[in-house]
């Protein structure tokens, strides 16, 4: 069936849920301001105000701008893009591909709508309520799990999509990322992705005696050395917010080093598991060489390019804003404060703990869910071939393409490029290979990994963190409360419930 936004009652209950939940689960979460460029004949996107600090308790919702046109008639094919690529110069391009495809395709609107990754669950719940869920959506391998749980994914769509592009164009280790295990489905289709590191002065490293901090024990000896205060005056931005994804992205990496894991091989729920325990303590105890908590992924970015800030955990994406600054929450441009700052900047991708070494990465997907309109398919292939080296333009650095035939090309698309070595960029490129994510431990099950979606989904880590450095809870009653919480996650998922 064809999927369309219902008018006023929808984009209202959309508006709210996006007003009450803040944060993103996307490497550069941003607000959309209204945008002029939206496509002539598509229905307008719910559309929100930068809050002051994402993500605050709460964002202001601006009201939604009125259709310009009339919807074309109900014969006519309509999908429904969702994007978390939610920047607007990105919105933009995307926004543009799409009147491409409608002027090549007579009788087809395609609608893009920006939206914040870590409100997926509460916007789909919303829209399915409403029977007008969207025919396409960009979203990370942690919702797909999610999605696959809830009963919401169209399988057969995502392989059509697939071979139309080419089984053997995908690059090696997507594939398997999106296929279930028992069943052997294709769940989604590979869009793009990106490395996670910990990216530090290695200038001041240097000056220091510090070694590249790549264990637990090399960062809290950073940590330590790098005094508040100093120069600069702090070592680390420490991930503290309560309602971003950001904090579980940098944490699930400290706890795989560990080997801290959701559930055990006989299909236990191990979230208060010593080794969590640890991971836990570890990851607050760097509160002290931090500013004052809670602190977002904004606030990290922004302190390092300012000179603030020593050490930074972040995506690839930031190799763009090191040459070329970004952008505060409200919009304000951060100018960068130190001369040469990629020269000056080392990274780790991988973290060596006490029981292991992790290396944390995403792949982003193009999901296509039960019920969407056929045209759906065409759609997402056309922003995978045709519409695919405008997207990875938009941040070469934090887009890694999956598909071979777009190394090439996507290689000689930006100077950014040229700031980097052959050795940091073959690093990042072939990043696919090394990614390890509690999502994407091959002997877990379906209900294990729509668990584990869940847990992302209602940002359950977050909140403890935030509870451990405020003082109201010590990391053994984090670990407790995170038990029961997963506990009842996986019982409904293995009941179907």
Partial sequence: MTHRWAAGVMLGTILLILAACGGSSTPEPTAIPPSPTAAPTATPAPTLEPPSTEPAATATAAPVDAPTTERISSSDAVVDFWTSDNE??????????????????????????????????????????????????????????ALDGADLLDPQAAAAVVQAVGEADFREGVLPMVTDSASGELLAVPYDGWIQALWYRRDRFEQLGLKTPISWADLSQACDTIEAGGDPAFALVLP?????????????????????????????????TAEMVEALRFYTSLQRCSPAAPQDIYGARERYLRDESAMLFYSTYIMDDLLEGSESADGRKIEIAVENLPGKTGF???????????????????????????????????????????????????????????????????????????????????????????VLRTEYNRAQKATIGAIEAR????????????????PEMAAQQLQAQVETLYNIRKTGG
Avoid: C
């Avoid at 009788?107 to 409403?130: C, D, F, K």
């Avoid at 940098?250 to 236990?268: K, R």
């Avoid at 759906?376 to 695919?388: P, S, T």
């Fill in 459 to 474: 940002l359950i880590i977050p909140q403890a963190i935030e509870q451990i450095v405020a003082g109201d809870l010590t």
């Fill in 88 to 145: 607007p110069k990105r919105v933009a391009v995307y926004r543009t591909l799409a009147e491409r495809y409608m002027a090549e395709h007579p009788g087809v609107v395609v609608n893009v709508v920006p939206y914040v990754e870590s409100t997926t669950l509460q916007q789909l719940e919303a829209a399915e309520a409403a029977g007008e869920l969207p025919d396409l959506i960009r979203v990370g391998i942690e919702w797909v799990a």
């Fill in 240 to 272: 503290t917010v309560g309602n971003q994804n950001y904090v579980h992205q940098v944490f699930e990496q400290v706890a795989m080093s560990n080997n801290a894991w959701p559930f055990d091989a006989g299909g236990n729920v191990t979230m208060n």
């Fill in 348 to 438: 780790t991708s991988s973290l060596a703990g006490p029981n292991g070494v992790a290396s944390y990465g995403q792949l982003v997907t193009l999901a296509l869910l039960d019920g969407a309109s056929p045209v759906a398919q065409d759609v997402a292939r056309f922003f995978l071939e045709e519409g695919y080296l405008d997207i990875l333009a938009t941040a070469p650095l934090g887009k890694v393409p999956v598909l071979e035939s777009a190394l090439e090309p996507w290689g000689n698309s930006s100077p950014v490029f040229q700031a980097y070595s052959p050795a940091t960029l073959g690093h990042i490129v072939n990043g696919y290979t090394m990614i390890k994510r509690w």
